[in-house]
């Protein structure tokens, strides 16, 4: 990792910025879930994960409360992370099927992971201000990812935060909506594509399953192939 991706990772893990959700996160770490009574949580901001040459990069919302705030990695330990895993494996997007503690051996390929938000929000629900107050962190990561060609945001909220960071760098102006599976272009011949988030809720509730998800990875690495 170069020396500028570890200074910023270094600063995210020690921000305390938003209080409310300082507060919050080491609520979280110190009742902890019945399951993980014996763990030691995390309890600090999550940085992003993968590969920093990576031609894709996703976009999440925010470490769960009892997955990457008890585990210390993005998208780790929680019910999102073994759906989004079993998908980027059977895409041939990782080494393995889940994602369970930083020590597991999880491999991610031409890819790089990251939220818009580093810190767990109540209710999984941020704040404006919260979400302005931590775009400074996802700006410095579009800005040393510089072979990313597709973005791949889960959710309404990661795909909003990487438009904004669009609008203020390269002033661009087109209003583009959240979709599941629509592709659009973005500056620099970068592209972005709608994800529905692999929430238990959208799993669950069929907005979302394994066939979908496996198909648009699919769709984005063949795609991250052709982009030079
Ligand atoms: S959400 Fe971001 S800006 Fe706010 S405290 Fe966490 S790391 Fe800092």
Redesign the pocket.
Known sequence: MSTKFKKLNKS?IN????LR??KFRKKISNTKRKQYINETYWGK?ITGFGDINAKILIVGL?PAAHGGTRTGRVFTGDKSSDFLYKCLYKAKISNQSNSNHVNDGLKIYNTYITTA???VPPQDK?EKI?LD??F??LKQEFELLKNVKIIIALGKIGFDACIYFFKKKYDFKEKLKFSHGSIYKLPNDMKIIGCYHPSPRNVNTGRINEKKMVSLFKKVSKLSKNLS
């Open positions: 995210i921000c305390s910025k938003c959700l300082v901001p925010a938000l580093k810190c941020p919260e107050n931590c400074i962190f």
